[in-house]
């Protein structure tokens, strides 16, 4: 078992790491990977933490892109119905990887008079798996 994930992660590694690029645009999607820094996108954090509130159906996370330079988190969305083909949920410090296209614009709200809203977009997710730890 742990060869076999060796082995793809080998794969993967070689993969970017030939391709030099964190992203790549083919006829099937951009791919991504790296590690979970938060289980919600920065964006959503910052306008939860100042009063709005952000209902969305499915999951935000940010994640550092394999090769980016440290403190450049990049934010996308999970939909409800997208899950994880590892079978583990995600979670600080994880590893994943990939497909995302489009984009989903979550409007969040704080509830003032007269009441103001925010919009964020993020990248969709669409196909993902992560690692176990």
């Not at 920065?42 to 969305?56: F, K, N, R, T």
């Not at 940010?62 to 079978?87: D, H, L, N, R």
Request: charged share 10%; proline share 7%; net charge positive.
């Amino acid at each position: 078992m742990k060869k076999g994930i060796i082995f793809i992660l080998l794969i993967v590694f070689l993969l970017f790491a030939g391709a030099r690029t964190v992203s790549a645009n083919f006829s099937f999607g951009r791919l991504f990977g790296g590690r979970i820094t938060a289980p919600k996108a920065v964006e959503i954090e910052a306008l939860e933490s100042a009063g709005y509130v952000c209902p969305m159906y499915g999951t935000s996370i940010s994640i550092m892109p394999i090769g980016s330079p440290a403190g450049t988190p990049i934010s996308y969305f999970i939909p409800s119905f997208v899950t994880s083909k590892t079978g583990t949920t995600p979670a600080s410090h994880q590893l994943i990887m990939g497909r995302y296209s489009g984009q989903t614009t979550i409007i969040c709200i704080l509830e003032s008079y007269p009441p103001l809203e925010q919009e964020v977009s993020l990248e969709t997710i669409n196909l993902f798996g992560t690692s176990r730890w």
